[in-house]
């Protein structure tokens, strides 16, 4: 009889430590405060390379507020799923971060509407685009970011390369760069997200009047497989495929980095925010980026930069009052100001705000920034989900199971699917 | 009457545990996913448009991708219930021996199964592209210069050498457990009607291992179709879409491209499949077992 029972009991307990798991990669860093009318807001975020930053800037709040305690969450993985969950399941919470454009939009019921506030005037307009739905501003911008031509300054230094401001410069640099014996491109092309960014800096960006092109496109009056510049982006393709490495679609973000920094190849396509990869490996290094030249005219060759990830108030948190004096706060103080500078290592988008950092890559940016020779990034402007599955589509290309013509095509079936399925 | 109920009890209490947890994290979720289907949801906001059967249609008449992974996803099954049974039953007879090496052998055949399949998949990941790249270059083999990952032709191998890897120990644990069950007099009786090694597996030795055939089958078919974890880590549904199978399609659909209903559409087509296929293939593999 005893047995039984014990043997119900273990099995009661199978249940019990069945359903203990800890799920995902989770950062919890709060710093108790002193007791009073205490206000828990809840920060999210996905960025891995902000995750003390945050923490810093959190208690640097709490120490300023101490009836306020900030809860910081990073989900590098699966934080949108996160999000969601926590959003539909009603535990809004004060802070979180978005994309921006169409991602920012399909989060659309739970943003606060902040265009009253003060700081909002003081945003530089390359990032203000980012944030704004519907003629109103519905976030704050936490960075702006670059991506084009990553190079190895010290290697061309040594060898007298010079930056290429055309397409044929850019083959012309490549042939030099063979006949040396070192690989011109390491291409990160196993990543479909890489992919879609680089539709983008290759043809998608260097359309002329883009914003206009963007909404015929939506409207379906555009095809990209009628497009100059769309077709032209295969071409750049082409070029990075004959002088790059073999395989190019084993190398994800890892590989491309490894591949950079050792010396191994001399440029690769990638982002300013590769920095932190790169000089782990080599912290000799010296590197900057140029933009990805497409056409014949130096004129036309500009570098796609963005705001990179905006903060937002949740509506329906419960404590939004606190979470927007966070914001604030963060605009305005001295402390967050140093924070955001040095520890987030943010291109500014505040007017009067000076980069600190030490990113080489993120200089080069700025330089662009400054002499006005960018462009828009677009692909967060596409339908959500769109960039990962042109990616996929140049991908087959790549692989040669689609001409360049079929690739475009797809491109089309698959914007007018994303479309469609919006307006269900 | 007491005696009964108390029968009852004892039932439940041994059941309850199992049988509840199975409908709240299983049946409930496959309720939902049923609900959710016939609405066009995004999965964050807070109205949905009921739409009834038309993310069904669009599926069948609206999306090339879908199929080219049912194909994929096929193809892959085919290959792994296949090969991973096959394998396994041989491992298991090689490992049945009386061989000093027997034990041994058998914690190692088992003990990628311990392995977590993503943990796997990121490891196997590294192997593929920067081990063997190095070995290749200092070995100059051809074999390990294919660059499995790279391309869409063998990225699906490449999946299915992870898989493998990972479940032969399991099923093998299975049909040692299945072989050990067969009485040793039927051997002795053939040996004196004069059989030979090959007649006796044939005739005596796979009949009467049939319930476990069945068994490790219905596994294998069923963790094919549901190829998640490995797919995930190793290839991400890449090159293009060569290796994506149906729930990584599921998935993307349903939480990258904010189309929570229309991937539920999916995941019901999924959950109707696995079942179909699986309960045929009981129903034949129970018919042939054997019972001496």
Known sequence: MKKRWLAAALALSMVFAGGCGSSGKEDEGSAKSDSGDQVTITYMQWQQEFSTAAIKLADAYMEEHPNVKVEVITNSDGYSENLKAALVAGNVPEIFVTEGYENMKSYEEYLTDLSEEEWTGNIKDAALQCVTLDGNIMGMPITMAGEGIIYNKKMFKEHGWEVPQTITELEELCKKIEAEGITPFNNQFADDWLLGQFMSGSGYAYIPDNAEYTKELYAGNEKLSENEQMKNSFKVLDLMLKYGQDDCMSYGWNETCTAFATGEAAMAFEGDWVWDTVYAIDPEIECGMFALPATENAEDTKMIVDANGCFHIGKGSAHPEAGLDYLNWIATSETAKQIMLEDYKVIPVFEGWEYQADNQLAVSTIEYLDAGKTFMWSWPQWPVGYQYSAGKTYQNYIDGSMSSDEALQELDDTWTKLVNAKEE | ?292
Do not use: H
Request: proline share 2%.
């Open chain 2, 1 to 292: 009457m007491r005696k009964r109920a108390k029968k009852g009890l004892e039932f439940w209490m041994f059941v309850a545990p199992v049988l509840i947890p199975f409908l709240i994290f299983y049946f409930l979720p496959i309720c939902m996913g049923l609900y959710y289907s016939l609405f066009d949801w995004n999965g964050i906001s807070k109205g949905m448009n009921f739409i009834g059967l038309k993310n069904y249609i669009e599926l069948f008449t609206n999306d090339k991708n879908y199929f080219e992974s049912l194909a994929f996803t096929f193809k892959f099954a085919l290959f792994n219930v296949v090969l991973t049974n096959v394998l396994a039953i041989l491992m298991a007879l090689w490992v049945n021996g009386k061989l000093k090496t027997s034990k041994f052998t058998r914690t190692c055949f088992f003990m990628p199964n311990i392995v977590c399949a993503i943990v796997a998949g990121f490891l196997w990941r590294f192997i593929f592209n920067q081990i063997s790249d190095t070995l290749y270059k200092s070995t100059g083999l051809d074999f390990l210069g294919i660059k499995w990952l790279g391309s869409t032709d063998t990225a699906w191998v490449a999946i299915l050498i992870v898989v493998l890897w990972q479940s032969i120990g399991y099923n093998m644990i299975i049909y040692l457990a299945g072989l050990n069950m067969i009485d040793k007099t039927f051997y002795e009786s053939a040996a004196i009607d004069g059989a030979g090694k090959i007649t006796k597996f044939f005739k005596i030795t796979l009949p009467l291992m049939m319930p476990s055939i069945t068994i490790c089958l219905f596994n294998v078919t069923a963790q094919s179709f549901r190829l998640f974890d490995v797919n995930v880590s190793l290839t991400k549904g890449g090159p293009g879409r060569s290796t994506m199978g149906l729930a990584i399609d599921i998935y993307n659909e349903a939480f990258k491209q904010n189309r929570l209903g229309y991937g539920s559409a999916k995941a019901v087509i999924l959950l109707i499949i696995v079942m179909t296929i699986t309960m045929l293939q009981t129903n034949y593999t129970r018919k042939r077992e054997v019972e001496m």
